[in-house]
C-alpha cells in the first residue's frame, strides 16, 4: 500500500524558512514522481514542485516560484520542500503527491497528474 506522509509545517514568521518532509513508502517500482502542493482556505490547490525519483528531474509550477526548492533522499525515501522568505500569502495546507507510474520522463505540476496524497500539514506565515 502506497503511504505518503507529510512533516515539518508550523508557524513560522513572515521573512522566515521551513522545509517540509515527505515520507513515501510502498511503491514497488522507481517509476514515480512526488510532487509539491498547497491549498490556501478558499482557494484552488495548487502545484508547487515535483520531482522525479529515478534520476530527479525537477519541473516547476508556471508560476516559479523560486523561494521554493526540491530535493530527493532515495536512500531515505523522502522528498523534502525547502521554503524560503515566506510570505503571509504562503500560509496553507501542504501536501505532496505521487504520480505512478509516470506518464513521461518528466513529471507534472498539475492536480490531476497524481494518483496517492497525503494527508497534508499545516504552514502558516504570520506578518
Known amino acids: 500500500e502506497v503511504q505518503l506522509v507529510e512533516s515539518g509545517g508550523g508557524l513560522v514568521q513572515a521573512g522566515g524558512s521551513l522545509r517540509l518532509s515527505c515520507v513515501a513508502s510502498?511503491?514497488?517500482?522507481?517509476?514515480?514522481?512526488i510532487g509539491w502542493f498547497r491549498q490556501a482556505p478558499g482557494k484552488e490547490r495548487e502545484g508547487i514542485l515535483c520531482?522525479?525519483?529515478?534520476?530527479?528531474?525537477?519541473t516547476y509550477a508556471d508560476y516559479n516560484e523560486d523561494r521554493f526548492t526540491i530535493s530527493s533522499d532515495n536512500a531515505k525515501n523522502t522528498v523534502y520542500l525547502q521554503m524560503n522568505r515566506l510570505k503571509p500569502e504562503d500560509t496553507a495546507v501542504y501536501y505532496c503527491?505521487?504520480?505512478?507510474?509516470?506518464?513521461?520522463?518528466?513529471?507534472?505540476?498539475?492536480?490531476?497528474?497524481?494518483?496517492?496524497w497525503g494527508q497534508g500539514t499545516q504552514v502558516t506565515v504570520s506578518s
Open positions: 503527491a505521487a504520480d505512478a507510474p509516470m506518464r513521461s520522463g518528466w513529471c507534472e505540476t498539475g492536480v490531476y497528474e497524481y494518483d496517492y
Open positions: 520531482i522525479t525519483r529515478s534520476d530527479h528531474r525537477i
Open positions: 510502498g511503491f514497488t517500482l522507481d517509476d514515480y514522481a
